[in-house]
């Protein structure tokens, strides 16, 4: 009665909700959130002294994912506009918990010497979290854990300066539409474009910062950034990241008495 539920078992699933891609067990997972959230009003009533508890607005309801990244990811296949997928939280030998509506808003990605590479994913559920939704599936695959020698970041001065870590994000805008007569959305429209950020730090050696107007005068969305992160043995590809439509639109230079010269450089791009 006073037991506990331990990381060991507890599983995350999800799928796509068609059954393509077919379900299966996320790994590397460190941390899952799940919850839910109702607007309500406190409304005053004339001669009536406790007053009401009123509906404020749609049930919100999120999820959140943190993991390692150390196979072929599933989740990133979820962005584009008619991507929905379902997923389900299990424990207690068959008890579940889960969805069959949700929608990717936003997916970021780290990587830097002598870390394996995170994952954190944003879902929004636009049907009911409930008991008993079960998307479990296939175990998880073959774990590859990449190395700093199996990443690489391709952008300006990438060449012949000493890469040492970059972030990779994308957002996803999504609108639910309701309608007299249901609790869920009818319909959730695809809002373009996907809004993509990255940030790439160096060690410097050769280069310089581009002078600050450039982004008005010279120009833009010509860049090329990309990441590729493979298994340690580099046989395996578990994710090739683009910003699609570059543009560089910040630097940042550190300088220390007690470090090397640091160069950070902000990308925007969409799709």
Excluded: W
């Excluded at 043995?233 to 683009?242: A, E, I, P, Y």
Aim: proline residues 4%; glycine residues 8%.
């Amino acid at each position: 009665m006073f037991g506990s539920t331990l990381n060991y078992e507890s599983h995350f699933f999800i799928s796509g909700q068609d059954g393509s891609p077919s379900a299966r067990e996320l790994s590397g997972v460190s941390s899952v959130d799940i919850g839910y959230q109702n607007a309500a009003n406190i409304t005053n009533l004339l001669g009536y002294q406790k007053g009401v508890t009123t509906i404020g607005g749609p049930t919100s309801q999120e999820i959140s994912l943190s993991r390692y990244l150390i196979y072929d990811d599933p989740i990133l296949a979820f962005t584009g506009a008619s991507e929905v997928m379902k997923g389900s939280f299990n424990y207690d030998n068959n008890a579940s918990y889960g969805f069959e509506s949700g929608y990717l808003t936003s997916y970021s990605v780290n990587c830097a010497v002598g870390s394996v590479p995170t994952v954190n994913s944003s879902l929004v559920v636009y049907d009911e979290l409930r008991n008993g939704v079960n998307a479990s599936g296939a175990t998880p695959q073959a774990i590859y854990v990449p190395s700093q020698g199996s990443m690489t970041a391709t952008c300006d001065n990438t060449t012949t300066n000493r890469v040492i870590g970059f972030d990779y994000a994308l957002e996803v805008a999504r609108k639910p539409y309701y309608t007299i007569g249901s609790e869920t959305p009818v319909e959730v429209k695809y809002i373009p474009p996907i809004k993509y950020t990255a940030s790439v730090q160096l060690e410097v050696d050769d280069v310089f910062l581009e002078s600050g107007y450039s982004f008005l005068t010279a120009g833009k969305e010509e860049k090329t950034v990309s990441f590729s992160i493979k298994s340690r043995d580099q046989t395996v590809t578990m994710q090739s990241l683009t910003i699609p439509k570059a543009s560089l639109v910040s630097e940042q230079l550190s300088a220390s008495a007690d470090g090397s010269v640091r160069l950070t450089l902000n990308y925007v791009g969409h799709s």
